[in-house]
């Protein structure tokens, strides 16, 4: 895209941005406009704070009146910005020789590359088909192995569908890859039985070993791989760091494991109850990604959207291999002891029980759980009927309960 039509573009959507604020008699300053490989933003410091979530609502009007395909809007650090989907023969896309660093996986707004650390120490990849999880994973991959040597760092993988064939003999694999039924849940045991090791031996400076998990939700139907992916999710102590693929993460896909996934990259996702659970935020739109590549990362409050650097034949080839790596074994050579047999049973079918969360009670509290609607719960949180009257109904009952024992108290004083 040429400067001349970024900038003819940007005065455009900011005209038709001032003149929905003026119907709507919100006031603000425009503070920027950024370019992002599909979209381009615009940035408005708010004259009032108090009528941010007015302002949050103008997306889809905003979509609308600039006959574009969607506008995500988010806050960001003292602003507001609204994301405008570009038209695609506009979208740009990266490969890995794009990026200004090996350790990057992407590149975000202004082209600011977007880096893959394990710091939080589990990752969370995910998306629907198309959205481009395993591009994703692959050139998180490259970022890892180019920038960590093989006596550094290990490496598992669970491939459930062999798309990562071309590391089978990749220098840092600790375990042969695992494909099967049996080979997951063997290596998914010993792995675990690593973590078993290190904690008993309190060992924190071990060799970090990375477990990437392909379609994560196949692999813990059985019961033995949950416990096992449950175990290594408390490893960070230890160096062991997870990095799950899903489709559609829930709670009920991921027990006791999806909380602790912080270090989130999330593609285009069915909608946007998902969004918010994928993200760990309301909010953030994932379902208004455009997919195949287009991402966002998602480290507690921060938020960037980025378009994901493509790892090439070339990248790849250039990696460092070996022959077929060994099984693991324990440090003195003994075998790894299998899990215990009393597992926990697999989540119930049906519907996932919807349980409180504190960010949007916030928000119920904050304006008066009768100020929001089951159109603005639905806009803002992602939340079905249920999800609301619950929200709604916990918060009333707390507010009583609290007045009650503040009379109570009050009684007692006299």
Not at 312 to 318: A, H
Not at 372 to 401: N, P, S, W
Request: hydrophobic share 40%.
């Amino acid at each position: 895209m040429s400067v001349g039509f970024l900038t003819k573009k940007a005065k455009r959507l900011s005209f038709v941005l001032s003149a929905l604020f003026t119907r709507q008699n919100l006031a603000g300053r425009l503070t920027g406009a950024a370019r992002g490989a599909r979209h381009l933003s615009l940035s408005v410091r708010l004259a009032d704070p108090t009528d941010l979530d007015k302002a949050l609502a103008l997306a889809e009007p905003l979509a609308l009146a600039a006959n574009t395909q969607a506008v995500v809007a988010e806050r960001r650090t003292g602003q507001i910005v609204y994301q405008f989907e570009l038209p695609p023969g506009f979208w740009e896309n990266y490969t890995r020789a794009d990026l200004p660093s090996p350790g990057a996986v992407g590149l975000a707004e202004q082209r600011r590359p977007v880096l893959f650390v394990l710091d939080p120490p589990h990752t969370l990849i995910a998306g629907t088909s198309g959205s481009g999880k395993s591009e994703t994973v692959k050139s998180a991959l490259v970022s890892l192995l180019q920038t960590n040597d093989p006596a550094a760092l290990d490496l598992a993988i669970v491939d459930p569908h062999g798309d990562y064939g071309d590391f089978w003999n990749v220098a840092h694999l600790a375990i042969p890859m695992a494909q099967e039924g049996p080979e997951i849940t063997t290596a998914l045991t010993r792995l675990a039985g690593e973590l078993a090791h290190r904690k008993g031996n309190n060992d924190r400076t071990a060799k970090r070993f990375v477990i990437v998990v392909d379609e994560a939700h196949e692999a813990l139907r059985d019961n033995r791989n949950l416990a096992a992916i449950q175990a290594l999710a408390q490893g960070r102590k230890f160096n062991m760091h997870l990095v799950l693929v899903i489709h559609k993460p829930l709670h009920k896909n991921l027990p006791s494991v999806l909380d602790n996934l912080d270090n989130r990259f999330v593609g285009k996702v069915v909608d946007a109850k998902v969004s918010a659970t994928a993200t760990g935020q309301a909010g953030l739109e994932a379902h208004k990604l455009t997919g195949k590549g287009d991402f966002l990362h998602v480290v507690g409050a921060k938020v960037e959207r980025f378009q994901v650097a493509q790892a090439t034949r070339q990248d790849i080839e250039r990696l460092p291999r070996t022959d077929t790596p060994a099984p693991l074994s324990l440090a003195d050579g003994q075998p790894i002891p299998d899990l215990p047999a009393d597992l926990p049973d697999p989540p119930p079918p049906g519907r996932p029980r919807i349980e409180i969360d504190p960010i949007v009670l916030a928000h119920y509290f904050y304006h008066g759980p009768d100020q929001i609607t089951r159109r603005i719960a639905q806009e803002l949180f992602g939340m079905g009927r249920t999800g609301h009257d619950k929200h709604r109904d916990f918060c009333k009952q707390f507010a009583r309960e609290y007045i009650r024992l503040r009379r109570q108290q009050k009684k007692i004083g006299e």
